[in-house]
Nanobody
Framework: QVQLVESGGGLVQAGGSLRLSCAAS????????MGWFRQAPGKEREFVAA????????YYADSVKGRFTISRDNAKNTVYLQMNSLKPEDTAVYYC?????????????????WGQGTQVTVSS
């Protein structure tokens, strides 16, 4: 089992920045590829970003490319999502997820463990 706890969400004005953190506990963090997803009210959960176990490969949704950066610190068992130039359409609950694959992608079915989510609200 891997337990994931997100933090860092909040209310920010359009154009602002936030950094989300996801702390993992349980099994060896470095054995899991990590991803971030989000879900806005009335919409399906959508992929945001992912990176492989070593952190050397990253993958982003087109809607966030160039604005968001995913990273991980295996020594701290934490994955981050730096979000810059935020837009009102980025408003959602953000979830981190862990996959036993070396490199996971945008399909939620690749991920075995999920956090509870953290709310991000971007005002216009």
């Amino acid at each position: 089992q891997v337990q994931l706890v997100e933090s860092g969400g909040g209310l920010v004005q359009a154009g602002g920045s936030l950094r989300l953190s996801c702390a993992a506990s349980g099994r060896t963090f470095s054995n899991y590829a990590m991803g971030w997803f989000r879900q806005a009210p009335g919409k399906e959960r959508e992929f945001v970003a992912a990176l492989r176990r070593s952190g050397g490969y990253t993958y982003y949704a087109d809607s966030v490319k160039g604005r968001f950066t995913i990273s991980r610190d295996n020594a701290k068992n934490t994955v981050y999502l730096q979000m810059n130039s935020l837009k009102p359409e980025d408003t959602a609950v953000y979830y981190c997820a862990a996959s036993p694959s070396v490199r996971a992608g945008s399909d939620p079915r690749e991920y075995a463990y999920w956090g509870q989510g953290t709310q991000v609200t971007v005002s216009s």
